[in-house]
């Protein structure tokens, strides 16, 4: 286990009881004390900037403010503080989403509580942490991002479907089908929000209006087959 000072966390989770046995369990931990716990985005930015706490343990998907705006604005007011989201999202998109908003580490809520402590005790000394099984995700979507970047800086760099990301390929393949986005969500096994968001990533990327323009453009490339 590693060993810090004593860190103050404010644990913050829509759901009462997985908040409650989150609490109850690092109580139990000797080098950490919960401060406070918050059941939305708003009493989670109220409760960091009143109290300061050194980590946040912050749920990603509540009513509301979600816990990425939350994020955002602890960190303006608090910028110290270090934010630990906890998730049963293990989406690209929400993951990329956090990570920007200044998120120091991303954890599933399937992990244990001895791992979530440690966790919060690594990115209390600085360190960025994140589940094993998004890492490579993370990847993919900062090459796809570094690509973008390249071939707006450069006119003549590849553009295109080198830029997808395989779940975008799948779900500009349901468009293809003529799938809405509840469709492709249930096809998939991603969220409908999830698929919004590829959807308007697809289009950013191939700088193109409309899902038509998108499915045209897909098929004229042979990137699916029609």
């Known amino acids: 286990m590693l060993e810090v000072d004593d ?4 644990v ?15 109580e139990d931990a000797p080098d950490l004390e919960v401060i406070a716990e918050a059941s939305d985005g708003v009493e989670a930015v109220d409760s960091a900037i009143a109290l300061a706490p050194d980590v946040v343990l912050m749920d990603v998907r509540m009513p509301g403010m979600d816990g990425i705006e939350a994020t955002r604005r602890i960190l303006e007011a608090a910028p110290t ?13 929400d993951l990329v989403d956090a990570v920007k908003a200044g998120a120091a580490g991303y954890l599933l809520k399937e992990t244990s ?3 979530i402590a440690e ?3 690594k990115v209390a000394i600085g360190h960025s942490f994140v589940s094993p099984s998004l890492a490579g995700r993370l ?9 973008r970047i390249d071939a707006d800086a450069d006119p003549e760099a590849v553009t295109g479907p080198s830029l997808l990301t395989t779940r975008e390929v799948a779900v500009l393949e349901a468009m293809a089908d003529g799938a809405d986005n509840d469709a492709i969500a249930a096809r998939t096994g991603m969220t409908a929000h999830a698929v919004r968001n590829h959807v308007r990533n697809i289009l950013e990327k191939l700088h193109l209006a409309s ?15 029609p």
Do not use: N, Q
């Not at 860190?7 to 404010?10: D, G, M, P, S």
């Not at 990847?139 to 690509?147: I, Q, V, W």
């Open 119 to 121: 966790s919060a005790r």
């Open 113 to 115: 509580i001895v791992d």
């Open 211 to 225: 899902r038509t323009e998108a499915v045209l453009y897909a098929v004229r490339t042979r990137l699916i087959d």
């Open 12 to 26: 913050v989770d829509d759901h009462a009881l997985y908040r409650r046995g989150l609490v109850m369990e690092l």
């Open 81 to 93: 503080t270090r934010v630990l989201m906890l998730s049963v999202s293990d989406e690209p998109d």
């Open 139 to 147: 990847l993919e979507e900062f090459a796809a991002l570094a690509r």
């Open 7 to 10: 860190l103050r966390v404010l």
